[in-house]
């Protein structure tokens, strides 16, 4: 039997990047996947593609900072699988600048999105896992939640602060079953970090990337399958001991000063 067989798998910000990997891993696995995002070309296709491979998978638009969004994506979840076992709260954006250079607007929409989603997709998924004897949340945060760099203010807050009430949130609901962990990834090859790499780089986007993979020990920025594949685990029985930790799975980068290219 299949590691996830009779489990309901909610990703937020499951058409792109590390979400759909989890997507795609999921379903692999015997879960039934919710992809729950904004971008419904991308969506309804990864949804289409899983059951034209055996799983099975449901769409639903949702905006993770609007309380009525979610809700309706819960309510989805259960109208159409029974329940919900597991969360990934991969949905994000990423804003550049200081406290000084960064306008209120974008602060805003960087904590609407990076933080107020994952209270509200908890808030609404975490009674269905407790009814159900118990689940798993994973949320994706980042190493600027431990680290940081220049001008990214808001996006580093925001990651510091999942961590944070990734702490919070596993004491409150361990009573219930529901395991909650983050996993603080490095730079992994995603269209979010090639966006990044265009916005600043745009006649070399491929370099740009090749070059913040030689700032990681492990000489490359890391492939979005590497980081679904924790999360399945710390999503699984497995790591059935494990809550309220903080998962670092970022290639070497936060363990050292030098990166071997500079030693």
């Not at 034209?52 to 979610?70: I, M, P």
């Not at 990651?159 to 609901?173: E, N, Q, S, V, Y």
């Not at 000489?219 to 790591?239: C, M």
Request: proline share 3%; glycine share 10%; with cysteine.
């Amino acid at each position: 039997m299949k590691r996830f067989t009779n489990k309901v798998a909610v990703v937020t910000g499951g058409s792109t990047g590390i979400g759909r990997a989890c997507a795609q891993e999921f379903a692999a696995e015997g879960a039934a996947v919710v992809i729950a995002d904004v971008n419904e070309e991308q969506g309804e296709a990864l949804a289409l593609a899983l059951v034209a491979e055996g799983g099975q998978a449901l769409f639903q638009h949702t905006d993770v900072a609007q309380e009525e969004s979610v809700a309706r994506m819960a309510e989805a979840a259960g109208e159409r699988f029974g329940g919900i076992d597991i969360l990934v709260n991969s949905a994000a954006i990423q804003s550049y600048g200081s406290v000084v250079t960064t306008n209120e607007d974008t602060w805003d929409r960087t904590i609407d999105v990076n933080l107020k989603g994952i209270y509200l997709a908890s808030r609404f998924c975490i009674p269905s896992m407790a009814l159900r004897g118990g689940g798993s949340v994973v949320s994706i945060a980042s190493v600027q939640g431990i680290m940081s760099q220049p001008d990214v203010a808001a996006y580093a807050a925001t990651k510091g602060a999942i961590i944070a009430m990734t702490r919070t949130m596993a004491l409150d609901h361990a009573g219930a079953g529901v395991r909650v962990n983050a996993l603080s990834p490095g730079s992994i090859d995603t269209p979010m970090l090639r966006h990044s790499a265009e916005l600043f780089f745009p006649d070399a986007v491929a370099e740009t990337v090749e070059s913040w993979g030689d700032l990681h020990p492990l000489g490359r920025v890391g492939q979005p399958r590497e980081i679904a594949r924790v999360v399945l685990f710390l999503s699984s029985d497995d790591a059935s001991f494990m809550t309220g930790a903080n998962v670092v799975v970022d290639g070497g980068l936060s363990i050292g000063l030098f990166s071997p290219s500079q030693d």
